[in-house]
Each structure stands twice: as C-alpha cells, then as structure tokens.
C-alpha cells in the first residue's frame, strides 16, 4: 500500500494548527492578533508570524540549526534576539506536513511540564 499524499502535500494554516493541537493538552489562545498554540500556559507555536503563509515553532537553537540544514527553505530564524534563542519561521508552503509535526513535537516537549512529556513517548 502506498503512503498516504496528505503528508507529503504542502501545509496549509489548517493544517498547522490541526498538528499543533494534535498533541495533549495543547490550547489554542492568541497573542499579538496571531493564533499560539500552548502547553500549561507556554507557547511553543504560532501561526500567521511573520506574516500569513507562516508559521513559527520555538526550539533549541540546536534543533533550529538541524532542521534549517535538512530543510531548506522551510525553516529559518525569526529576526533577532529571538530568531537566536531557536525561534523558527516556517514556510508554510515549502513546507510537509510530517517535517513540520517533528518540528512541532520537539517545541512541545520543551514547553510542557516534564510529568506530561514523560508520558508522551515518541521518537524525535
């Protein structure tokens, strides 16, 4: 059976936040007119930043680095101090759908409480 088309489709907004509020207890809230996405109260995604078509994802700057080099022209830094503590801007359609949700569980795992991360085993 071949592998699914939707996963390798580019992302859309929808798309983005249906993955980002896949993972538990993720809430969808707002902060400066754009969409977050949060875990206990911190955000780890946003859509719509730096401009619709995007999205944003905090990691590391490590994690940054290692997905800006297998994937470019998907991610890049956000501008700034921030762009350099491992904010990334996505390209929503440069984008795939299963890149993004590794992208995305990776910034979940930093942000949510060890007892909850703990208990959500995947493979990064």
Not at 107 to 121: D, V
Request: charged share 25%; net charge positive; aromatic share 10%.
């Amino acid at each position: 059976m071949a592998p699914s088309t939707s996963w390798t489709l580019p992302m859309t907004s929808n798309d983005f936040r249906r993955l980002a509020l896949s993972f538990p207890e993720t809430s969808e809230q707002a902060h400066m007119d754009h969409p977050d996405f949060r875990v206990a109260g911190k955000i780890f995604a946003t859509l719509g930043y730096p401009e619709n078509g995007w999205g944003m994802i905090k990691l590391t700057p490590i994690e940054q680095g290692m997905f800006m080099r297998a994937h470019r022209g998907v991610f890049e830094p956000c501008a700034g101090a921030w762009g350099r503590r491992g904010a990334t801007s996505v390209r929503l359609k440069a984008a795939r759908k299963h890149t993004v949700r590794r992208a995305l569980l990776a910034a979940w795992l930093l942000a949510a409480p060890k007892s909850l991360s703990s208990q959500f085993k995947e493979d990064r």
